[in-house]
């Protein structure tokens, strides 16, 4: 069901809402978290909805979406609300603000967070420079970004380094967690020798990669080669290389990868980009501070032998 | 700078603090006995589907089916594609599925074919060196437990079972296990010849269900629950299995077991032993099984059985708007089986934390609709300052775990009508996991079967926890077998009146689930 609310205020957003769930029967209860996207355009905004309709069947929450419109003229709110099938597992509320308000969506924000539960913030687009100070990004718990969606995620990222607080996060990390898993095994098994060097290869317009190669060189304390194919092509391939022989799992079509290493077989397996909503998902799973990624991030990046193109200070095309 | 050190025990990718990082799997395979089974096809073949979509199968995971059928490799991959089609819950997803179906293999033979095992060993050898499985095996015994001798004695004699350096066996069953203590401890001891009482795994589909880790959750982790968990605030405890399907085309399998066998030794004693035992000391396999035995250990039934046990076998009704036949007209089942679709009794649990409060199991086919649950019902509060009519209507207090369908919590409490009378009635207050929360969230099989791949084994009963559910199920079924027939219930209803007259005898009745 899609009410829409035009020219209206927080208040009577508010009692729709309870109206609607007392229509409805008690389904809008047991809603474990406010998500709030903060969008630009309303197709962004439509595209991350859809997305956090799908997450919100494992995380059921209240999604308030805040599309900022015209800047000039009076103050207004628009609010819509989306409940019941057209919502997935969520309620739905999106409120664009017109006008002076257009700078103070947290004003209209606040009335509507669930009672003493969890926020997250989410900037499926471009994300203010430093995300906690924001207004909004103050009353989250955690803030997710995406690094990907910037035009030059180097510089995006190096400003997520500076101003890192616990609690950010950003979907270009979540993105390399099957990766990561699938290193982090190929380490379980013998021989049991240390990493001397490795090499992490992919577009090299991705954070994705970036993020891998700095958690591998934090982790690992190791040089770490980040190797560079054309852009859009995501993670490709990672080397460790070990006196015993190297492992190499690579991913040349974006969908299954091979892994080798002495000794043993060449293995298959698939591993396919994750969709966005399983990203969202995954990050909605765990609200603390995800410490791994804030050392991948301030202390791994540094350590990153990037080439010779980003040496120089130009960005890769 | 020196590079981290990598040893087992130390894995520098491996942070404690990374609850993101996913649990895979090492290099390995499942061999499958039993390959054509509802099971297997509707469950496990799935739920390895599933799990390699997600992404929680080591590369170079490997399937081998074992089955008495003139199949190739081909024909085994195409009934596991069909089953992932028809069953999966993750859609397919073709490179996925090539890369599955690329370590699928098939060995045709019987169980009693030395030769079938032979053949069986040189395949698994041929997948450590093609795929890189390294030696590590989980068997499946997907088969009727009268099978389980001759597959582990095969499995010894052809070497398959023995452990080698650094890699594992597991084996994997089912249940029932045994259908009775004597059975029992013999299938425990075929078994656990062959195979170390740690790389046995038994599956109890219920514990690797959200809702019943969620026991734990919901006791341990809270503060507003335990106080109240014990014989001065609860009354009774009810926990329900009902199904509303009959027995369908497991008569071979059902008939002589009956409803008590089937579910109560399993599934509903192990429900019983999540809610009623004490705070294990931690949630590591051994504390976690020492407390379940524990508590089972303090099973009691009541001296007379015949006031505190029912039975019922399902005849002809109306079921949700179908008129189904009744067990005896069943294909299969001969007009004088004395097998019980639906079983009631009454356990109490000498601990000081229980002691007189009744645990009410019951379990049946055919009954209203399919709901398993534990509704733990509270006493009355001791003063009540309204007029008796302005609690007429007021019932006992609950918590209610809704296992399935329709996973949640629910609390049962009092509250004013509106209106200017003071009046009290009852009040559902109720928390659900999402709509849709089963679609996305694992099927128990994904998580078992993961677990028994890793080794993890929490989940998964001990043999003396089996044992402790037969000796007090044992005596209930010597009782039935000289009593005849079981009380007859319409199809579609809630079980026989004598399970009634059992709760009404003392002053309670069973909740409408």
């Known amino acids: 069901m899609i009410v829409d609310l035009p020219s209206t205020t927080t208040a009577a957003v508010g009692r729709k809402l309870v109206e609607l769930r007392n229509d409805v029967g008690a389904v809008a209860l047991g809603r474990v978290l406010t998500l709030i996207i903060v969008a630009d355009e ?37 609010a819509q609300i989306r409940v019941g099938g057209d919502a997935g597992a969520s309620e739905v509320i999106v409120l664009r603000t017109h006008g002076p308000l257009a700078a103070h969506g947290n004003s209209v924000v606040v009335p509507l967070l669930l009672p003493d539960s969890p926020v997250v913030a989410w900037w499926p687009k471009a994300a203010p420079p430093d995300v906690s ?12 970004t995406d690094a990907a969606e910037v035009r030059n995620s180097w510089a995006e990222m190096a400003l997520r380094a500076d101003s890192y607080q616990p609690g950010d996060t950003d979907l270009a990390w979540t993105r390399i967690t099957l990766w990561r898993g699938l290193l982090a095994a190929a380490l379980d098994e013998p021989p049991y ?84 909503a399983e990203c969202l998902a995954d990050e909605l799973r765990r609200l603390d501070p995800d410490e791994i990624y804030a050392e991948a991030l301030t202390k791994g990046l540094p350590r990153l032998d990037r080439g010779t193109k980003t040496r120089k200070g130009s960005r890769p095309s | 700078m020196s590079p981290t050190r990598v040893t087992a025990e130390m894995n520098p990718l491996r942070d404690p603090r990374d609850k993101r990082l996913p649990r895979i799997a090492g290099p390995c395979d499942l061999v499958l006995f039993g390959v054509t089974g509802d099971l297997a096809t509707k469950k496990i073949m799935p739920a390895i589907y599933d799990l390699a979509n997600r992404g929680l199968l080591p590369p170079g995971f490997s399937l081998v089916g ?50 079938a095992f032979d053949l069986l060993r040189e395949t698994v050898q041929q997948l450590d060196k093609e795929r890189g499985t390294r030696g590590n095996h989980a068997f499946y015994l997907s088969i009727p437990p009268a099978s389980f001798a001759t597959v582990c004695q095969q499995l010894h004699s052809s070497g398959l079972s023995h452990d080698t350096e650094g890699a594992w066996r597991r084996v994997v069953i089912e249940k029932p296990f045994g259908h009775d203590l004597e059975s029992a401890r013999e299938l425990n001891s075929i078994v656990g010849n062959v195979f170390a009482s740690g790389s046995i795994f038994r599956i109890d589909h219920y514990l690797g269900k959200e809702t019943v880790q969620n026991i734990l959750a919901l006791r341990f982790a809270n503060q507003m629950f335990e106080p109240l968990w014990n014989a001065n605030y609860v009354d009774h405890v009810q926990i329900t299995m009902a199904e509303d399907i009959g027995i369908g085309a497991r008569a071979g399998y059902y008939d002589g077991i009956g409803a008590a066998r089937d579910v109560i030794q399993n599934h509903l004693l192990q429900l019983l032993a999540l809610t009623a035992m004490e705070e294990p000391v931690s949630f590591k396999a051994q504390d976690l099984r020492a407390e379940k035995e524990k508590v089972l250990s303090a099973m009691r039934l009541p001296t007379d059985l015949a006031k505190s046990t029912a039975r019922g076998q399902y005849v002809e009704g109306w079921q949700g708007g179908e008129q189904v036949v009744g067990y005896l007209d069943e294909d299969g089942i001969t007009a004088s089986s004395t097998t019980e679709t639906y079983a009631a009794l009454k356990i109490e649990i000498d601990t000081r934390r229980w002691a007189g409060v009744p645990f009410y199991l019951r379990t049946g086919k055919r009954l209203g609709k399919r709901v398993t649950e534990i509704a733990v019902v509270f006493k009355r509060a001791p003063h009540l300052p309204f007029t008796e009519t302005a609690t007429e209507e007021l019932g006992q207090n609950a918590i209610v775990i809704r296992i399935q369908p329709d996973e949640g919590v629910t609390m049962r409490f009092g509250s004013k009508v509106p209106g200017s009378a003071m009046e009290v009635r009852d009040v559902n207050m109720d928390f659900g996991y999402g709509s849709s929360f089963t679609e996305s969230s694992p099927e128990a099989y994904e998580r078992l079967i993961l677990d028994v791949l890793l080794g993890d084994p929490p989940l998964f009963p001990r043999h003396e926890e089996v044992e402790l559910a037969w000796q007090i199920l044992d005596p209930v079924e010597a009782f039935w077998a000289k009593r005849g027939r079981p009380d007859p219930y319409p199809a579609g209803g809630w079980g026989p009146d004598s399970a009634d007259d059992m709760m009404r005898r003392d002053g309670r009745t069973w909740r409408k689930p």
């Not at chain 1, 909805?49 to 207004?76: F, M, T, V, W, Y």
């Not at chain 1, 100070?133 to 997710?144: E, K, V």
């Not at chain 2, 997803?93 to 033979?109: C, D, Q």
Request: charged share 30%.
């Open chain 1, 42 to 78: 309303a197709e962004a905004a439509d595209e991350a909805i859809e997305a956090a309709n799908d997450a919100s069947r494992q995380h059921p929450c209240r999604i308030i979406a805040l599309l900022s419109g015209n800047k000039r003229g009076a103050s207004r709110l628009d």
């Open chain 1, 133 to 144: 100070a924001s207004a909004i990004g103050q009353m989250a718990q955690r803030r997710i």
């Open chain 1, 193 to 276: 020798e240390p990493v001397i060097a490795a090499t992490v290869t992919g577009g090299s317009d991705s954070p994705s990669v970036d993020l891998l190669a700095a958690w591998l060189a934090e982790a690992l304390r190791c040089p770490v080669t980040r190797g560079r194919t054309r852009a859009g092509t995501g993670m490709a391939s990672v080397r460790l290389e070990r006196r015993g022989g190297n492992i190499d799992i690579a991913r040349p079509d974006g969908a299954v990868a091979t892994m080798a290493q002495p000794g043993q077989p060449v293995r298959r397996i698939s591993l396919g980009r994750r969709e966005l």
């Open chain 2, 66 to 115: 074992f089955a008495r059928r003139d199949w190739a490799h081909e024909d085994f991959c195409k009934i596991v594609h069909e089953s992932v089609r028809a069953h999966a819950r993750t859609p397919l997803r073709e490179e996925v599925w090539r890369s599955l179906a690329k370590g699928i293999r098939f060995v045709p033979g019987t169980f009693d074919d030395p030769k």
